[in-house]
């Protein structure tokens, strides 16, 4: 796989016409980790988009469809099915703002699952994109108990913070965990986001869109290209580092991810 620009964290499966997203992306030197947010969506964008050379979909149930009831126990069994021989998962994770704080039993129930499937079926190769808000310690306490992070963790196995919002110790245990981080607009706009991208290590350093804005909403590969640009841009500006060079580090670093 080649590209210039590498997407780790989008919903591409969940844009309008995403297939002719996806071949305009790929014309544009764009990859794409197509993070899905209910397992049976994975399902069907594995149809869909499979055969897109710069995509690879990712098996997810995003911690809001539990919280809300859109996704029941069957649903997780499916993600624990699905996971277990699948090389990228997400979005995964927990949320325990106030809107989604009273389903935590089960989000972590959930997230133990998956973790525990990760451990126990072991892949040469394996991505996870972490969704936490207001819940990366919790996070983490579950990737060291089922050796997913740090020391113990198996080889192959990649461990990636969408979004990070968390404390500044838990960036920095995150760091020493050797997870890595991907970076958006949205988390450019806080001064504490702004302050993680100066700090992240540039071989642990990831862009993302998170598109769309609105989950089934229009949206084109160069409103993709246009929001990794401008992320890219801030954070090379943020690190006073030539763009185009932290840029192509940074593609590196994604690709290997995907491989």
Not at 98 to 113: D, G, I, S, T
Not at 126 to 134: D, E, F, G
Not at 197 to 215: G, H, K, N, V
């Amino acid at each position: 796989m080649e590209a210039r620009l590498v997407d780790m964290h989008c919903h591409l499966d969940r844009i309008a016409d995403a297939p002719a997203v996806a071949s305009d992306a790929a014309r544009l030197g764009i990859a794409i980790l197509d993070t899905t947010v209910a397992p049976r969506e994975a399902l069907l964008a594995r149809r869909t988009l499979g055969s897109c050379d710069t995509v690879r979909v990712g098996v997810g149930l995003h911690p809001w469809w539990l919280s809300d009831g859109s996704c029941t126990d069957s649903d997780v069994d499916l993600l624990v099915e699905l996971v277990s021989s699948s090389a990228f998962v997400g979005e995964v994770g927990l949320d325990f703002s106030r809107r989604h704080e009273h389903a935590r039993e089960r989000q972590l129930e959930a997230f133990c699952r998956m973790a525990e499937t990760v451990a126990e079926r072991h892949l040469p190769h394996r991505v996870l994109s972490i969704h936490a808000v207001r819940s990366a310690g919790a996070a983490l306490d579950v990737l060291e108990r089922y050796s997913l992070a740090g020391k113990a963790a198996p080889p192959g196995l990649s461990c990636i913070f969408h979004w990070f919002s968390g404390t500044s110790d838990e960036l920095a245990r995150a760091r020493r965990a050797g997870c890595f981080f991907s970076v958006n607009e949205h988390m450019l706009a806080t001064r504490r986001g702004r302050e993680y991208a100066r700090i992240i290590p540039e071989d642990r350093l990831l862009l993302e869109t998170d598109a769309p804005p609105q989950l089934d909403a229009p949206w084109n590969a160069q409103d993709l290209e246009a929001s990794l640009a401008r992320t890219l841009d801030a954070v090379a500006a943020i690190r006073n580092v030539d763009s185009h060079d932290l840029g192509a580090h940074i593609a590196q670093t994604s690709l290997s991810l995907l491989c």
